[in-house]
């Protein structure tokens, strides 16, 4: 089992819509969490933090559940300049750095 | 602003070839990685470091050295390269404390290809 697990998709929408990507994570351990925007054939850049407070940044809300171990990612009134991978990141302190990517799922926003 | 700068940006490499791929970040991280990205897989942590003089492995470290001399610089050497190494490499710097606590900025990637 991946310690990180995206659906891979992707989701296609039209504009407008809204869409939800979850992500799950195997180790208690994992303190920090993040979801990552990556465009074709580009770098991966922050999109934001989460926190179990959850937060929002404009039309992105992202939620930490640490009962059930898993995160998510809303995204509402989706706009063409969305369609990216999202990729999910957990940080396990055990004692050392480690980072771990979910695989990404991929969106198709169309017109 | 250059923030993380990684170079090449395309590489081709027969069988057995060694070569260097570089790293540079001027914001001061403490923080440095590598890792390969493959389709389906993700990102898979190479080696890393927490620290000039320090480094460690990650997930997928045979084949590949690392040093770090200076906070700045985090090179990575494929010994003798193999087709299983074909793929997108980043190299990611962040903090280790503050704020901005391991929030990764990542460099454009090179894309090699073993033949």
């Known amino acids: 089992r991946k310690e990180v697990e995206q659906d891979p998709g992707p989701f296609n929408v039209p504009e407008g819509a809204t869409v939800a990507f979850n992500c799950t994570y195997s180790n208690s351990a994992s303190q920090s969490f993040f979801w990552y925007r990556q465009d074709c054939r580009k770098e991966p850049k922050l999109l934001m933090s989460?926190?179990?407070s959850g937060n929002e940044d404009g039309r992105f809300t992202a939620q930490l559940n640490r009962a059930s171990q898993y995160i998510s990612l809303l995204i509402r009134d989706s706009k063409l300049s969305d369609s990216a991978t999202y990729l999910c990141v957990v940080i396990q302190n055990t004692g050392g750095f480690k980072t771990i990517f979910g695989a990404g799922t991929r969106l198709f926003v169309k017109a | 602003n250059a923030g993380v700068t990684q170079t090449p940006k395309f590489q081709v490499l027969k069988t057995g070839q060694s070569m260097t791929l570089q790293c540079a970040q001027d914001m001061n991280h403490e923080y440095m990685s590598w890792y390969r990205q493959d389709p389906g897989m993700g990102l898979r942590l190479i080696h890393y470091?927490?620290?000039?003089?320090?480094?460690d492995q990650g997930e997928v470290p045979n084949g590949y050295n690392v040093s770090r001399s200076t906070t700045e610089d985090f090179p990575l050497r494929l010994l003798s390269a193999a087709p299983s190494q074909t793929s997108v490499y980043f190299c990611?710097?962040?903090?280790?404390?503050?704020?901005?606590?391991?929030?990764?900025?990542f460099g454009a990637g090179t894309r090699l290809s073993v033949l």
């Open positions: 990611a710097s962040s903090y280790s404390k503050g704020t901005a606590k391991n929030i990764q900025y």
């Open positions: 989460v926190y179990s």
């Open positions: 470091s927490v620290g000039a003089g320090i480094t």
